[in-house]
Nanobody, 124 residues
Framework: VQLQASGGGLVQTGGSLRLSCAASGDTLDYYAVGWFRQAPGKEREGVSCLSGSGGIPYYIDSVKGRFTISRDNAKNTIYLQMNNLKPEDTAVYYC??????????????????WGQGTLVTVSS
């Protein structure tokens, strides 16, 4: 699976962005998908995941209530809606798709397919 992420940019504190990740080479049906981010000087962290069955998504505590992950299988695209953005959300965001189809796995393996990253900058 090849992934193309987009939607990053510069936004003020409290603003919103929607990241998109378009997949090609295979359909996303029943793949666990997710978004990771890496801020300057910090380790990469998993932000949100959605299982292949589309069950209850996972969010790290710092984005709960502000971010929403979704998928549109018809468009073969993953989204991350980010509201009420904070300066600490500044990072390069990556979409990830798991290595294989699974109904039960919530988050994709790190060995899955990665998009190229899109930069989100939140100014204070």
């Amino acid at each position: 699976v090849q992934l193309q992420a987009s939607g990053g940019g510069l936004v003020q504190t409290g603003g919103s962005l929607r990241l998109s990740c378009a997949a090609s080479g295979d359909t996303l049906d029943y793949y666990a998908v997710g978004w990771f981010r890496q801020a300057p000087g910090k380790e990469r962290e998993g932000v949100s995941c959605l299982s292949g069955s589309g069950g209850i998504p996972y969010y790290i505590d710092s984005v709960k209530g502000r971010f929403t992950i979704s998928r549109d299988n018809a468009k073969n695209t993953i989204y991350l809606q980010m509201n009420n953005l904070k300066p600490e959300d500044t990072a390069v965001y990556y979409c990830v798709v798991d290595t294989g189809r699974s109904l039960n796995r919530i988050c994709p393996r790190l060995t899955g397919s990665w998009g190229q990253g899109t930069l989100v900058t939140v100014s204070s």
